[in-house]
């Protein structure tokens, strides 16, 4: 019996960002199995990206830089950089049995209608956030194989899904790394006398810097010694601007940095000096607040932990929230806000939760967002400041120990490896069989049937297949129709008619005919992304 073929869809295993680490745990692990033939579509690497070449799997790239021809192109859509432009003739290449996808449900709807959808299996776990989640994105999970849960919160939420899996398969922890060591606070710089309270984050809406930092000013006027340590990113797009909330909120002198060279990758905590700095071991001028393109080590993001007193999750809403159990399992106390996977993540692990102040929609995706109550937050910290030693060592303890046992990644990848198993691929399409589709005919309306008729019958009689009736892509088509109006690439309403909508099945039914055409074709696939799959 052949071993099955799976294919990840993720950011790219060599990254240091929530994804890519779930990714490349899960992945080195199946590899190392030897039960299936692996291969990743790392959509934020590029071709020659020395990080790639220590991955032992078959690794596709997705990225271009700026000064490619192709970039464009790239640039063209927005969903490209999620792997859009690129996963079918990498499927073409690999032929999976299985594509499974763990990122946010924007970033990997399209592979739902992909012309090739009919050869393999698909298995999502989406990252939910929030509820209620936007239709559309119901829709895409509903026409998965397998909807896997990453926490019970969200499995809850899903549980009307016939398709969702019984177990859930949160993110883990390497404990080889993640585990308390020496504080390095003289090494760095960081009174040993002050209280450190820390965070780590994206500099992004969601996160919320802003009360992070008045929960510090409020905190400090019962207890002088507390500092913030916060690692995330500055200057960073639609992100929090940092000095001026520094400047805002009274702080600039009491809130730590990670900064990293460019030139040698020597990073050191410091207090804010701008967005770039000189080395202090090279003396170049290269120094930039850490990021997820160009980040610290695990080793090094260890450190750091390790220098915290009590760790803080201070967002709106997360999927899963890595940053709680990295600092948890150092023995670091964990603080949540009270809404979605932190709710879950903080109990498990013996943390606090904090209460909320409101909770309200956003109007971009129509999901509620938490936001917590600041005094109940700063109160949390001023008892946990004032308990006694005995007590904090205890809680210390206890949090790592939790920690280590819910969150290991052998186990959970071990119900991965029980997803794979079970999946039945006998009822996927042969990659091998003869060619279905040719280039179509213009399509013509048919006046006398509804919206939802005439597109149900070019699905059925032209496209040829059923399902892509109940996908997200059209779906979406159809309430473009029935509005009359429609988004362009610049987020602005546009008109929209029946004659827009049998172009845009026309493209794909040329589409699908193409990529039908290649796959039938004794030529072989020459793009470096695919040659460099099999050279790197």
Known sequence: MRKKRILLCNEASFLNSGYANYGREILSRLYKTDKYEIAELGCYGTVNDP?????????????????????????????????????????????????????????????????????????????????????????????ADVLVPYTLWAKEYLKKFDNLWPKTTPAGINTDIFKPKRNRRTDFGIPQDSFVIGSVMRNQRRKLIPGLFEVLSKVREKNSNAILYLHTTFPEMAGWNIPSLLLD??????????????????????????????????????????????????????????????????????GFGMPQIEASACGVPVMSVDYSAMSEIVRNIGGYAINLSSLSYEIENHAKRAYPDIEHTVGLINDYISS?????????????????????????????????????????????????????????????????????????????????????????????????????????????????????????????????ELRCSKEKLVEDYILYAYNK
Not at 71 to 93: A, E, T
Not at 277 to 282: E, L, Q, Y
Not at 309 to 318: G, P, R, S
């Open 249 to 318: 909120f009274g702080i600039t002198n009491y809130v730590y940095f990670t900064y990293k060279c460019k030139s040698c990758s020597h990073f050191f905590p410091s207090k804010f000096v701008g967005p770039q700095t000189f080395c202090p071991k090279c003396n170049n001028f290269q120094c930039t607040l850490s990021s997820t393109s160009d980040g610290i080590s695990d080793e090094d993001l260890s450190d750091i932990y390790n220098m915290f007193d009590l760790y803080i999750q201070y967002a709106v809403c997360e």
């Open 388 to 516: 006694d030693v005995v007590y904090k060592n205890n809680k210390k303890v206890e949090v790592c120990k939790k920690t280590q046992e819910l969150y290991n990644w052998d186990n959970i990848s071990k119900i991965w490896e029980e997803i794979f198993d079970d999946i039945d691929i006998s009822s996927n399409c042969n990659w091998q069989e003869e060619k279905q589709y040719s280039l179509s005919e213009k399509i013509y309306i048919n006046n006398k049937l509804s919206n939802f008729d005439l597109i149900k019958d070019i699905c059925e009689n032209i496209i040829l297949d059923k399902k892509l009736m109940f996908t997200n892509f059209i779906q979406t088509t159809l309430v473009e129709m029935d509005y009359g109006i429609s988004r362009d690439s610049n987020n602005k309403i546009v008109p929209f008619d029946k004659n827009q909508a049998l172009e845009k099945l026309e493209k794909y039914t040329n589409m699908k005919a193409f990529i039908d």
């Open 51 to 143: 990080r790639s070449k220590s991955i032992p799997w078959m690794y596709y790239a997705n990225g271009v830089d700026a000064k490619d021809e192709r970039f464009k192109k790239y640039k063209s859509s927005p969903i490209n950089q999620f792997g859009h432009w690129r996963f079918d003739i990498v499927c073409l290449d690999f032929k999976p049995d299985i594509v499974f996808d763990v990122r946010d449900p924007w970033m990997f709807d399209f592979e739902s209608s992909s012309p090739l959808r009919r050869f393999f299996k698909w298995v999502i776990m989406p990252a939910m956030d929030s509820i209620p989640q936007k239709t559309e994105w119901l829709t895409s999970f509903n026409t």
